[in-house]
């Protein structure tokens, strides 16, 4: 507490200060919940325990669950570090199912806060103008005395609104309260006055939930929401950039020494934008627009290569996702296995091995398969060891289809029924699930069980035009027909066979359009990115900022340094086999 200015000496040694519980109680509940949540944090970004991260959790959920009911008001910048904390952990282990109610609560928590520092801008616009009012000597005396009254009512309101509930809880420092309300606009405190301190600017922050929006809402479908928050989001980010100095032109050599940490994290945040921009893009077969995103990705890492590192597996990854999906399967699966060797996260490695297997199975040759059973083989039989079902449910839908490629029927179809099991109750992913079906409709079928066929491929048609996925329809329409046509269901036969001409039609014009492109031979060719070399100098600069190391699930805070590989949650985990069956047509 702080005594009274101007009191004297004396009295002063004799005082005894008046102590406010109520705001002590509450200071000493967010100093607990700061070390609860850093320390999640640091788990997190370790993972070398996961009891250790379930009981680091449960100590966030024990502290918050201790607050007053008005928690949200008193300690936004801990709402945000904590419920992010936990959607990164629930999208780590893939528990999908739990990740909606977090992201809805720091989504209404986020358009709240917009809504109060929209009001408070008006607000002090108008304070302003009455302020160059009151400055013109020629205001009369009773005009003057209402703009006064109204000038001390709408900083009143300013005051109510912007300062936090220690005044209201009786810490009445004027200099705490214009300080608190200074930074109220652009800070999210993660404790009360005088700690202070943040994890993340607002805008980062910010930024940060409407990335897990996306990420959240991609696998399902939601793309009009995704497009929506991807633009506003980079939008944020590209402001922020310019702020540091970051315009057209500017590479990493001419960053100030200050920038680089902040933009490290910009940076970051725009390229997991851009890398969900392409999926969103090539699930609903827009290669033009995936095009442009991706070769914003690779102009991005040109100029700024140490920084963004981490991304460039990912480029080359997401390179050999654009080939698939355009029918170029030989170069697919060279970016694949580039993109394995560029990084040591063996979650990023095995999606990369099987994803290159796939592409060789669509390629179709004994040598293609042969090479693909080597790829896929060594990931399946560690499968169990990794965290969550992601990594278990790609492989699984690509061994299946070395196994259907193999004529082992039967076990290819216990391996892809666990695997749409897994898809179903933990992603979510409905391309997956949608591409899963086409595959256990086409082994039904294989299999004479055309009752099955049908009810299944059925299931995957109304997917894949839930979303707008031409490529994966084309393939499903394509098992229709020759169930049709086994049936002898002529009239439903015909009209299939209209319907996927109409499809086929639609792709050719988009492979068309990408493959004349000034963008698509540089994509798809089998070569790497060609950076300019740093001095040694410049090297040790920006590698001094660890953005490199930044997981890219958790940026990381200040001073605080991730020492594991970079492992990313919104890997397109969707593997494109549905554009393995429009390639026969």
């Not at 989504?107 to 408070?120: F, G, I, N, R």
């Not at 391996?415 to 086409?438: I, K």
């Amino acid at each position: 507490m702080q005594l009274c200015k101007g009191v004297n000496f004396n009295w002063a040694c004799h005082y005894q200060p008046m102590c406010n519980y109520g705001y002590l109680s509450k200071h000493l509940q967010s100093t607990r919940m700061f070390f609860a949540t850093s320390k999640l944090h640091v788990h997190l970004m370790q993972w070398d325990d996961v009891d250790m991260v379930e009981r680091a959790l449960a100590r966030c959920d024990e502290v918050w669950n201790s607050f007053e009911l008005n928690k949200t008001q008193q300690c936004l910048g801990l709402l945000f570090y904590n419920e992010l904390l936990h959607i990164f952990y629930r999208f780590r282990i893939c528990d999908y199912k739990n990740i909606a109610q977090h992201i809805d609560k720091l989504d209404a928590a986020m358009k709240a806060d917009l809504q109060k520092t929209e009001h408070v801008q008006k607000l002090t616009s108008e304070l302003n103008t009455i302020n160059q009012t009151l400055s013109d000597p020629a205001m009369k005396q009773r005009d003057c005395s209402m703009l006064i009254e109204k000038r001390a009512l709408l900083k009143q309101q300013l005051v109510t609104i912007t300062t936090s509930n220690s005044v209201a809880q009786g810490y009445t420092d004027s200099t705490s309260v214009e300080y608190e309300r200074r930074l109220s606009a652009d800070k999210l405190e993660l404790a009360p006055y005088p700690i202070d301190g943040e994890w993340l600017p607002k805008n980062a922050v910010y930024a940060l939930v409407d990335l897990t929006v996306v990420m959240f809402g991609r696998p399902k479908g939601h793309f009009k929401e995704c497009t929506k928050r991807i633009q506003s989001g980079t939008q944020v980010i590209k402001v922020e950039l310019s702020k540091l100095g970051i315009t057209d032109g500017v590479r990493e050599v001419d960053l100030q020494h200050s920038a680089i940490w902040m933009a490290g994290v910009y940076l970051m945040l725009l390229m997991q934008f851009l890398e969900n921009k392409v999926a969103v893009d090539l699930t609903r077969a827009d290669f033009i627009e995936a095009q442009e995103a991706l070769v914003q990705m690779r102009g991005w890492y040109i100029r700024f290569p140490t920084i963004l590192h981490a991304c460039e597996s990912i480029i080359e990854m997401l390179r050999g996702q654009y080939s698939h999906s355009v029918g170029c399967f030989d170069e697919a699966a060279f970016h694949f296995v580039e993109a394995a060797k560029l990084t040591e996260s063996k979650s990023i490695q095995a999606t990369c091995q099987v994803y290159a297997a796939v592409s060789y199975i669509c390629i179709g040759d004994a040598e293609s398969s042969s090479q693909a059973l080597d790829l896929i083989g060594p990931v399946y039989r560690v499968m169990d060891s990794f965290i969550g079902a992601r990594e278990k449910t790609s492989v699984l839908f690509g061994y299946g289809l070395l196994l259907m490629k193999q004529q082992n029927l039967q076990e290819a179809r216990i391996r892809l029924a666990t695997g749409l099991q897994l898809t179903h109750s933990n992603l979510g992913n409905l391309q997956l699930v949608s591409q899963y079906l086409t595959v256990l409709g086409s082994l039904a079928l294989a299999l004479h069980d055309t009752v099955q066929a049908r009810e299944i491929l059925r299931s995957a048609l109304t997917l894949a035009k839930k979303l707008n996925d031409v490529p994966t329809q084309i393939w499903v329409l394509s098992v229709l027909s020759a169930l049709y046509q086994e049936l002898g269901e002529r009239g439903n036969e015909m009209e299939n066979a209209e319907y996927q001409r109409k499809k086929i039609d639609d792709l050719h014009k988009r492979f068309a359009d990408a493959y004349a492109s000034i963008h698509h031979t540089a994509l798809i060719n089998k070569d790497k990115i060609e950076v300019h070399q740093l001095q040694e100098s410049d090297s040790k600069r920006a590698m001094a900022s660890q953005s490199m190391k930044v997981d890219l699930d958790i940026p990381e805070s200040i001073g605080l340094a991730s020492s594991t590989p970079v492992k990313s949650s919104s890997r397109l985990v969707d593997l494109d086999s549905g554009r393995r069956g429009k390639r026969k047509i």
